[in-house]
């Protein structure tokens, strides 16, 4: 699976949009982008993913460049409870290794009042 | 999403013991399940691939031996810490594979004393 980068961590006031960034310059044509987050103590959630197009659902909307190197996860209007650390990963999305991700340090996200 | 159930959610044991911790997925087949572990701040590491009907696959330096994972029905898999010692206690995390993502427990606290 590409490696990712991610900053270690942000802050984003209550209401405002959250914009997290990845870089997964060495991303392989058959990989996919998936968003995960875990808040303090509990399992991992999983958000959203993307192979090349942007994505949308309930909770986030996930933006990939053209060139698939980078892309950046949105939360539209951040609440506290978005308060967790979030993880971006490469992997593909079938055969033997799907489903076993390689999480990295990740982003601590700290929404505050 | 799907729901992945884990249990217990802490377990306090004497060193020497063995535990066992559970992992269910509750309205879909898994034939694929995987399980990390979590050290105080640092990310998941995946331990091992458990695969319904088969022997678990087991990431580098993780003891077979040690952590006994079965897998013996579509919706559940269950990873057993024997003669746990204090080095053991973590944070153990449980995922299966679905259609397109991976759902977590909610984690299971390990505390060896």
């Known amino acids: 699976d590409a490696k990712t980068t991610q900053p270690t961590s942000m802050d984003c006031a209550e209401g405002r949009a959250a914009n997290l960034p990845c870089n997964h310059s060495t991303i392989s044509g058959n990989e996919y982008v998936y968003w995960y987050r875990q808040i303090h103590s509990q399992g991992p959630q999983y958000i959203i993913h993307g192979l090349k197009n942007n994505e949308t659902n309930e909770m986030a909307s996930l933006i990939i460049t053209e060139d698939r190197k980078s892309s950046t996860l949105i939360l539209p209007h951040a609440t506290l409870r978005d308060t967790a650390v979030y993880y971006c990963i490469v992997t593909g999305a079938g055969g033997t290794s799907y489903g076993k991700l390689t999480f990295g340090q990740g982003t601590i996200l700290t929404v505050h009042p | 999403g799907a729901v992945v159930s884990q249990h217990p959610s802490r377990v306090i044991c004497k060193s020497g013991t063995s535990v066992k911790i559970e992992c269910r997925s509750l309205d879909f087949q898994a034939t694929t399940m995987f399980w990390y572990r979590q050290f105080p701040k640092q990310s998941l590491m995946l331990m091992a691939t458990?695969?319904?009907?088969?022997?678990?696959?087991?990431e580098q330096g993780v003891e077979k031996d040690k952590f006994l994972i079965n897998h013996a029905s579509l919706t559940l898999s269950t990873l057993t810490v024997t003669s746990a010692h204090p080095e053991d206690s973590s944070f153990y995390i449980c995922?299966?594979?679905?259609?397109?993502?991976?759902?977590f427990g909610q984690g299971t606290r390990l505390t060896v004393v």
């Open positions: 458990s695969n319904e009907g088969s022997k678990a696959t087991y």
């Open positions: 995922s299966a594979r679905g259609l397109t993502e991976a759902f």
